[in-house]
């Protein structure tokens, strides 16, 4: 065995080489370990492991003594002798301090130091194996040797450290890509099926409307002529439910054909103040004659008048199918309020419509599922034409239950006064082209 070999114990040197050992864990826990296992195989008073922060500071990540002989584990680099070996990327063994001048200073009660920079195989320097001690003493070529092999490893264990940390965040960042290509997968799958859902309803509406108006037509024709008759009491009540019966008829027809065709139809700059003004004035007309009979309507306004691009006579079905569901669900002294905001973007348009609800038997899951109602008399379609208009309009469409019970339904539509002014742009270019 060799003189160099012979000044170290075996048993301090398997400790040590077990101590390289890195495959999982706490990196900080494993470069302790390493700035351990050198210090006791060369019986050196203190080792750490530093990392480079950037050109002017360092950080401590591994030290062998079990509390930190330094102030901070953030330090300065400026004249030090870690900075000297970062500079170099060179060993640097310092024999006493004193007889060594411009090698950079130690700290404080320490005279002699080696230093090993810890370099990645593809040659970057990303800190070193500091190893100080209290007394004047050389450093052997065999010293240096070991050096370099705690170093080498600590340099490894570092980067590939690093390396998972970033295959994670690519990772995490990858899934995060997936779950939204997912998400806009589905919603394109869920609008495909939608439309082939519209098609197929379309087609059958188209055939039935046909088939069934025109029956329903000399019904009630014939229902008219009988109700200026003299009847039977019993034959007006009986005559009373058939035109009742054939109303209801001609309104499921009319709302098959809304939901199978929900076309906005042709698209105008509308003011959503003046068509929900209009909408409560007429409910509040109704309820003024029914008083007691139904909840109260409350339009609160925004602070900013703002027109919506779409066609009234769809826009202005889809606030009275709203209206009326929430009329029909509220009790009779409760408050329906209707709220605009345009949002901070200045591109969109929030209307909610909040009622309280007088009983929960349905589902607000499935409240815009076609032919879904609980209602006696109700056809289940409302919210479907109101969705499939918006959708038209590319708005969205949400009904949600407030913790408190009540039931929101929310619409949100593009503002179309910035469409509005690129189109009088475009107008006003016309004309000068014209003239």
Not at 389 to 410: K, N, P, T, Y
Request: hydrophobic share 40%; with cysteine.
């Amino acid at each position: 065995m060799s003189d160099a070999i012979d000044s170290i114990d075996i048993a301090d040197l398997v400790s040590a080489l077990g101590a390289l050992e890195y495959r999982e864990g706490e990196l900080d826990v494993y470069l302790n370990g390493i700035a351990r296992a050198f210090s006791r195989l060369l019986g050196i008073d203190w080792s750490v492991v530093t990392l480079s922060i950037d050109s002017d500071r360092y950080a401590v990540v591994g030290n062998s003594a079990p509390v930190n002989d330094l102030a901070d584990d953030v330090l300065s680099l400026h004249g030090t002798v870690a900075n000297t070996v970062l500079t170099s990327g060179e060993p640097l063994c310092v024999e006493d301090r004193e007889t060594c001048a411009g090698c950079g200073e130690l700290p404080p009660g320490y005279v002699a130091y080696l230093g090993m920079p810890l370099k990645t195989p593809a040659g970057d320097t990303l800190g070193t194996l500091c190893s100080f001690h209290r007394t004047s003493r050389p450093f052997r070529s065999h010293e240096v040797g070991i050096a370099r092999m705690f170093a080498e490893r600590a340099a490894a264990a570092i980067d590939n450290f690093r390396a998972y940390r970033e295959l994670t965040r690519l990772n995490q960042n990858l899934e995060g890509v997936v779950r939204e290509r997912t998400a806009e997968l589905v919603a394109v799958q869920t609008r495909l099926i939608r439309q082939e859902r519209l098609a197929a309803i379309g087609e059958f509406a188209t055939k039935i409307v046909h088939e069934l108006r025109s029956p329903l037509s000399t019904m009630a024709m014939a229902l008219d002529y009988l109700e200026n008759e003299a009847l039977e009491p019993g034959a007006e009540r009986r005559l009373a439910m058939a035109a009742e019966e054939s109303q209801r008829l001609q309104t499921l027809l009319r709302e098959i054909l809304d939901y199978a065709n929900p076309s906005s139809g042709r698209l105008e700059s509308v003011s959503l103040s003046q068509l929900l003004d209009e909408i409560v004035e007429g409910y509040q007309s109704r309820q003024a004659i029914d008083a007691g009979t139904c909840a109260t309507i409350r339009l609160i306004r925004g602070e900013t008048a703002v027109c919506v691009l779409a066609n009234p006579d769809k826009l202005r079905q889809v606030f009275i199918n709203l209206l009326d569901n929430a009329l029909d669900a509220a009790p009779a002294d409760g408050i329906v309020s209707i709220t605009t905001e345009l949002e901070r973007d200045g591109q969109t348009v929030r209307i909610a419509v909040c009622n309280p609800v007088a009983q929960e038997t349905f589902d607000v899951a499935r409240m815009c599922e076609p032919f879904y109602t609980t209602k006696s008399s109700g056809t289940g379609l409302g919210l479907s034409i109101v969705e499939g208009i918006l959708e038209s309009l590319d708005g969205r469409f949400d009904i949600i239950r407030l913790d408190g019970g009540d039931v929101l339904a929310q619409v949100a539509l593009p503002a179309a006064d910035r469409a509005s002014g690129i189109d009088a742009v475009h107008d006003g270019l016309g004309e000068m082209q014209s003239a």
